[in-house]
Every structure is written in structure tokens, then in C-alpha cells.
């Protein structure tokens, strides 16, 4: 007993609310981005959320001050196809979620993360960066992720998340895929989350008035120490939304639900089955409601600190 009382305390000091922030850019420019990290060692046995590897997520939604930082250090944002780069954020506060984002332009911010502190780029984007001729094709079978994903290049170090990666850093307890993001797989509530709660099903309409994005981090710790992977915006995924169709352009997934989503709507919900309207979202589109977040490989320390873990658990036994 006494064993297992010392473990349980070390457990909890080690990896209870474990962030770590990455820092991008420099003077004014200068940004970071908190990452938790997420455990490869169990998985769910079948559907979404099945990821063998150790990885971190994004802690918070990619914010606008984070995107303009980006901007400035980068340059002109732009390249084909044209109607993927022609919007500014609908919703302007500086800390609210980045919006009408592209899947291309979230794709060179990536890319952005990884040249700009020496690692390879995630993205293939062939033409001259900053001209409408930059335009995404994928990489062959020796240079992409696993010899299977060709969007991501197998070396990359930041990355957009897969839907894979993606729901078992929201749903994923180590046991079992939950419904709801929340500890304890409660039902979200709008004090915590920012969706829309349907007056016809007995809720309360949408959670802020007027209705909109509250600033990353607003709500309520989820399951993993993400922040408003329900709700908030919708997230693009990485992976094609038809499993193999590598296409520069073929349709993606988003995941997570929004401000006007509701918990009950089989197509906008904000649980773990849901996939948008079912139905892919063309990678081009620029929407109000449409943001991103950022994953990556382990660093360093959390590698360590992931095996001191287990060597705890087998000295314990």
C-alpha cells in the first residue's frame, strides 16, 4: 500500500499539468506555443484516436497575436490557389482564436515553426514562397511520415495533427475513447466551453453575447490539458478526409465544433464520433468559424520524464 500511496504522488508531481512552451521568433516578433504531452503506450483498439508514438498538442488554439507575429517575421502569406489566401480574421481581438485560415496558410505557418528554429519543413510547397505560384504538392513514399502520410515530411518536427492525433489528445483517458473532452466525461457546459447550446433541446443559446470566440484559454483544463478542443472554433486535421487521397487538394477534415455548434447536433456536435457534416471541407476555405492548433514530437525532457515514469511503475511492483 505504502508503495503504491509513494508511486501515485510521483505520478502526479510528474505529469499532472506538464506544459512546455516553444518559443518562435525574435524581438517584437517573438511568440511561444504551450505543448502537453501525449502518451503512444495505450490506444484504443479500433476508430479514431489510435497513435503508437509519443507526441505533444497544442495546449491552446493558434490565437490572431500569434498569426500577425507570424506574418511579420515571414512575409506575404499568399500562393495557389489565390481564394485560399484572400481573407483577414473575421473575429479581430488579439488573443481570440486566428480565423478564416486556410488549410495552406496553416500549412506555411508550420512550416514557419520548423525553418525558423532549424528543423525540416512539414509541408512540400513547390514556386518561390510570398508569390501566387507557392503551391503545396506532397512528398514521395521515402520522404513522408511513416512511408504513408505525404503531406508530412517524416523529419518534420511541428506539424498540423492528424485526426488521429487529434481526437486521443481530446478524448483519449488512457483507458477508453470518451464521449465529451471533459474530465470525467461529463457533459460540457457553456461557463467552460463556447458552443451553442440548442433552446430546443432545453439549452441556453450561444454562450457569449454577442456570440463569437472567447480568447484561447478562457474555458475550463479538458482531459489531457488541452484548452477548447470542444467548441471555440473548428480545427483543420492534417490527414485527408477520405483515408489515402493525397491530393494537394482534396478535401480535410475538421474537428472539435464551435461557438454556434451544439452538443446535441449529430452534425455540429462537439463528442468524439463527430466528424463535420460528413463531409470533407475543401482545403481552400476560409471560414469565420475555422482556426487551427499545432502538435509535435517530443521534446527531450518529456522523453526523459516519460521513461523515469516507468521505471518508477517496475521498481514499484
Known sequence: ??????????????????????????????????FVPISGSTNPTSGYGIVNNDYRMGKLEISNAQWTKFKNAYGTVTGNPS???????????????????????????????????????????????????????????????GGTNLYRHKDTFYFLPTEDEWVKAAYWNGSNLQTWATVGDVRPTQDSWNFWDDPADGGSGFATDPRGPWDVGSGSEELNGTFDMMGNVWEWM?????????????????????????????????????????????????????????????EPATLVLLAFGGILIRKMK
Not at 496558410?105 to 515553426?113: R, T
Not at 487521397?245 to 454556434?260: F, K
Request: charged share 15%; proline share 4%; glycine share 10%.
Open 83 to 145: 481564394n485560399a489566401y484572400d481573407e483577414s480574421p473575421y473575429w479581430t481581438g488579439t488573443n481570440v482564436p486566428t480565423n478564416e485560415i486556410s488549410w495552406y496558410e496553416a500549412a506555411q505557418f508550420v512550416n514557419y515553426l520548423n525553418t525558423s528554429t532549424g528543423h525540416q519543413a512539414a509541408y512540400k510547397f513547390t514556386g518561390t514562397q510570398g508569390t501566387s505560384g507557392y503551391m503545396l504538392d506532397v512528398w514521395d513514399v521515402t520522404n513522408a511520415a
Open 238 to 298: 492534417e490527414n485527408p478526409y477520405y483515408i489515402g487521397d493525397y491530393l494537394s487538394g482534396s478535401g480535410r477534415g475538421i474537428r472539435g465544433g464551435t461557438y454556434d455548434a451544439s452538443v446535441t447536433s449529430s452534425a455540429y456536435g462537439l463528442s468524439s464520433p463527430v466528424r463535420y457534416d460528413n463531409h470533407p471541407y475543401n482545403a481552400y476555405i476560409e471560414g469565420s468559424s475555422i482556426g487551427f492548433r499545432v502538435a509535435s514530437v517530443p
Open 1 to 34: 500500500m505504502k508503495k503504491a500511496f509513494v508511486f501515485s504522488v510521483v505520478a502526479v508531481v510528474l505529469f499532472t499539468g506538464l506544459v512546455f512552451a516553444d518559443t518562435f521568433g525574435t524581438g517584437a516578433n517573438q511568440f511561444e506555443i504551450d
